[in-house]
């Protein structure tokens, strides 16, 4: 027994004895061996898992790739796309880790470099109705952008976002971009007095509620372009005052309302910009609203090519049709007419207005204008300088039976056409010749007047327009000359 039972001793005891033959100490010796000989193998697994835990932690950034694809297969097989669009963008941000990403574009300083440019942008292509209001945001968005970066010493970008953008404000902010140049240090912002001055307050913006409407929808629908940064500016460094009056801008229906009727303008506008600053914002609603602004009466400059085309045409008249002796040239009259001469300050300048460019309609109109001119009635001395001068001209209308309500001469002087209450126009010719037509009815009718129906009550006012049929010369291209009086 005693050798069986030392057996078990060693493996290769173990082994002997499991393989010893038949005898009464065979029976026990598996017992021993079965209780002992595990032992070894115990230690297998758990050295196994050692080596399993240790392979697990070196692997983490392969198993986390593989959540993430495990995750993203589940959510698509799910049918949760919206879902698995948004997580697939969100784990773009991060590192294999997990952790955020520290030097994402969005979290750094070029953030406020491509916000702005976003929203310029976005203000340009707004509608001409808003561009005005949303404008104003603009300058502030471009102070305090400056200010933080400098506070927070990203002094390459700063300099950086001033040389690129600091030209869209000089116009208007000359002197304060020249004192936000000099704040070039973080220790600059607490001491220069426009920083302090900005940083101190909130720069006030009167908007129309529609525009801020406009405004929000764009900021949260362009978060990842910009939006979020701009949110950030304008909760921390500005105050949007929400109206209920219709948009601003300097031609709108409600600048020209409050203008007209000499409305003071809101409380809100008084206050826009930033408190103490004056009048150094810039062009704002008190400028527009101001009903005491003055008034330029002066004339309004002729357009500088519309000129020089009425000028060639005037040329070629004098050219083929010379005036008789004692009558000034279409170009000299057309001279005293628009002289050209420095531009006062009462008058408007053609920049004030969007004007559409000059048609060869208006060249035409030009043109008339100046030979009806020159060639107009005058009321001149007739006797030498003996006895008075003529001062009226009259003329008698016959058989009107009190029905005429209006009357107008044209501009050259050769008609005149009066309005009834009978419903009717009356065209004459005042020097008595016939008017031809262009009805082929009428080819050979030679009366000095027209009757013009159509009216269905009286006629209380008539006017003539510009002509332009009545020249002896078309100046339009490839078309023929056309007959004088023509109706």
């Given at each position: 027994?005693?050798?069986?039972?030392?057996?078990?001793?060693?493996?290769?005891?173990?082994?002997?004895?499991?393989?010893?033959?038949?005898?009464?100490?065979?029976?026990?010796?598996?017992?021993?061996?079965?209780?002992?000989?595990?032992?070894?193998?115990?230690?297998?697994?758990?050295?196994?898992?050692?080596?399993?835990?240790?392979?697990?932690?070196?692997?983490?950034?392969?198993?986390?790739?593989?959540?993430?694809?495990?995750?993203?297969?589940?959510?698509?097989?799910?049918?949760?796309?919206?879902?698995?669009?948004?997580?697939?963008?969100?784990?773009?941000?991060?590192?294999?880790?997990?952790?955020?990403?520290?030097?994402?574009?969005?979290?750094?300083?070029?953030?406020?470099?491509?916000?702005?440019?976003?929203?310029?942008?976005?203000?340009?292509?707004?509608?001409?109705?808003?561009?005005?209001?949303?404008?104003?945001?603009?300058?502030?968005?471009?102070?305090?952008?400056?200010?933080?970066?400098?506070?927070?010493?990203?002094?390459?970008?700063?300099?950086?976002?001033?040389?690129?953008?600091?030209?869209?404000?000089?116009?208007?902010?000359?002197?304060?971009?020249?004192?936000?140049?000099?704040?070039?240090?973080?220790?600059?912002?607490?001491?220069?007095?426009?920083?302090?001055?900005?940083?101190?307050?909130?720069?006030?913006?009167?908007?129309?509620?529609?525009?801020?409407?406009?405004?929000?929808?764009?900021?949260?629908?362009?978060?990842?372009?910009?939006?979020?940064?701009?949110?950030?500016?304008?909760?921390?460094?500005?105050?949007?005052?929400?109206?209920?009056?219709?948009?601003?801008?300097?031609?709108?229906?409600?600048?020209?309302?409050?203008?007209?009727?000499?409305?003071?303008?809101?409380?809100?506008?008084?206050?826009?910009?930033?408190?103490?600053?004056?009048?150094k914002t810039g062009v704002s609603n008190r400028d527009?609203?101001?009903?005491?602004?003055?008034?330029?009466?002066?004339?309004?400059?002729?357009?500088?090519?519309l000129r020089t085309d009425v000028l060639a045409e005037?040329?070629?008249?004098?050219?083929?049709?010379?005036?008789?002796?004692?009558?000034?040239?279409?170009?000299?009259?057309?001279?005293?007419?628009?002289?050209?001469?420095?531009?006062?300050?009462?008058?408007?300048?053609?920049?004030?207005?969007?004007?559409?460019?000059?048609?060869?309609?208006?060249?035409?109109?030009?043109?008339?204008?100046?030979?009806?001119?020159?060639?107009?009635?005058?009321?001149?001395?007739?006797?030498?300088?003996?006895?008075?001068?003529?001062?009226?001209?009259?003329?008698?209308?016959?058989?009107?039976?009190?029905?005429?309500?209006?009357?107008?001469?044209?501009?050259?002087?050769?008609?005149?056409?009066?309005?009834?209450?009978?419903?009717?126009?009356?065209?004459?010719?005042?020097?008595?010749?016939?008017?031809?037509?262009?009805?082929?009815?009428?080819?050979?009718?030679?009366?000095?007047?027209?009757?013009?129906?159509?009216?269905?009550?009286?006629?209380?006012?008539?006017?003539?327009?510009?002509?332009?049929?009545?020249?002896?010369?078309?100046?339009?291209?490839?078309?023929?000359?056309?007959?004088?009086?023509e109706l």
């Amino acid at each position: 027994m005693s050798a069986p039972n030392n057996a078990p001793s060693g493996a290769g005891g173990a082994g002997a004895g499991a393989g010893a033959g038949p005898n009464t100490g065979a029976s026990f010796t598996p017992q021993p061996a079965a209780t002992t000989t595990p032992s070894a193998p115990a230690n297998a697994p758990a050295a196994s898992t050692t080596a399993a835990a240790g392979s697990s932690n070196s692997a983490a950034p392969s198993n986390n790739n593989n959540l993430n694809q495990i995750v993203t297969d589940y959510l698509l097989k799910r049918g949760y796309t919206h879902t698995e669009a948004v997580f697939r963008k969100e784990v773009q941000n991060v590192d294999p880790s997990g952790r955020p990403l520290k030097n994402n574009d969005e979290m750094g300083p070029k953030k406020y470099m491509r916000a702005f440019t976003h929203l310029e942008k976005w203000v340009e292509n707004s509608l001409d109705l808003y561009k005005f209001e949303l404008g104003k945001i603009l300058w502030p968005v471009f102070v305090y952008s400056y200010l933080e970066l400098v506070e927070g010493n990203d002094l390459g970008e700063a300099r950086e976002f001033m040389e690129k953008l600091h030209s869209r404000f000089e116009n208007v902010h000359r002197d304060e971009v020249k004192t936000l140049q000099l704040v070039t240090l973080p220790a600059h912002v607490k001491e220069n007095s426009m920083a302090k001055l900005y940083r101190d307050n909130k720069y006030n913006i009167p908007l129309n509620k529609y525009v801020v409407g406009t405004l929000m929808t764009f900021l949260e629908k362009d978060e990842e372009q910009g939006g979020a940064c701009l949110r950030f500016l304008i909760n921390h460094y500005c105050k949007i005052d929400a109206v209920s009056r219709g948009p601003i801008e300097p031609f709108s229906f409600e600048a020209i309302y409050r203008r007209a009727r000499n409305m003071e303008i809101d409380d809100v506008d008084a206050q826009e910009g930033i408190p103490g600053a004056g009048s150094k914002t810039g062009v704002s609603n008190r400028d527009i609203l101001n009903n005491k602004a003055a008034l330029k009466l002066g004339p309004l400059p002729m357009d500088v090519e519309l000129r020089t085309d009425v000028l060639a045409e005037l040329e070629e008249e004098d050219r083929i049709n010379p005036p008789r002796d004692g009558t000034a040239t279409l170009v000299d009259e057309f001279n005293l007419l628009h002289p050209i001469k420095k531009e006062s300050a009462d008058s408007p300048q053609r920049t004030d207005i969007p004007y559409p460019p000059s048609r060869a309609r208006d060249v035409v109109m030009e043109v008339q204008k100046v030979r009806e001119n020159r060639d107009r009635f005058r009321i001149e001395g007739r006797t030498g300088g003996v006895g008075p001068s003529v001062s009226v001209c009259m003329y008698t209308l016959h058989n009107t039976l009190g029905n005429v309500s209006s009357m107008d001469f044209s501009k050259d002087q050769e008609l005149v056409a009066v309005g009834t209450t009978d419903s009717y126009i009356r065209v004459w010719t005042m020097d008595g010749k016939p008017l031809k037509s262009t009805l082929p009815t009428e080819k050979d009718l030679k009366v000095n007047n027209r009757k013009l129906i159509g009216h269905s009550g009286p006629v209380y006012s008539v006017a003539f327009s510009d002509a332009i049929a009545n020249l002896d010369r078309n100046i339009y291209d490839g078309e023929g000359p056309k007959p004088r009086d023509e109706l």
